[in-house]
Nanobody, 125 residues
Framework: QVQLVESGGGLVQAGASLRLSCAAS????????MGWFRQAPGKERDFVAAISWSSRYSTKYTDSVKGRFTISRDNAKNTVYLQMNILKPEDTAVYYC?????????????????WGQGTQVTVSS
């Protein structure tokens, strides 16, 4: 089990950038696949991006953020990042960091065992 704490959210204008961070506790962070999800008011929690624990650090993105968002991890700092560029109003949501053991990076949030408290991202037009 890992404890996750997100930071970096805020209010920005369309076209701006933000970088979210997720700090994890626990000595086995490097063996967890990490994901970012988001939830807008009245909607389900949706997959955004994931990065596996394997040495290749393979990544996966939902189509709507491909080319704009980049997920990365620094195992020495027990931290995963989500660099978000060219933000759009439809990116507005609470962003959650999630963790699961294993190399697979499923898009279904039910496969993730540990979650942070979320950080709000608001993009104005």
């Amino acid at each position: 089990q890992v404890q996750l704490v997100e930071s970096g959210g805020g209010l920005v204008q369309a076209g701006a950038s933000l970088r979210l961070s997720c700090a994890a506790s626990g000595r086995t962070f490097s063996t967890y696949t990490m994901g970012w999800f988001r939830q807008a008011p009245g909607k389900e929690r949706d997959f955004v991006a994931a990065i596996s624990w394997s040495s290749r650090y393979s990544t996966k993105y939902t189509d709507s953020v491909k080319g704009r968002f980049t997920i990365s991890r620094d195992n020495a700092k027990n931290t995963v990042y989500l660099q978000m560029n060219i933000l759009k109003p439809e990116d507005t949501a609470v962003y959650y960091c999630a963790a699961r053991q294993g190399a697979a990076a499923p898009e279904d949030p039910h496969y993730y065992s540990d979650w942070g408290q979320g950080t709000q991202v608001t993009v104005s037009s």
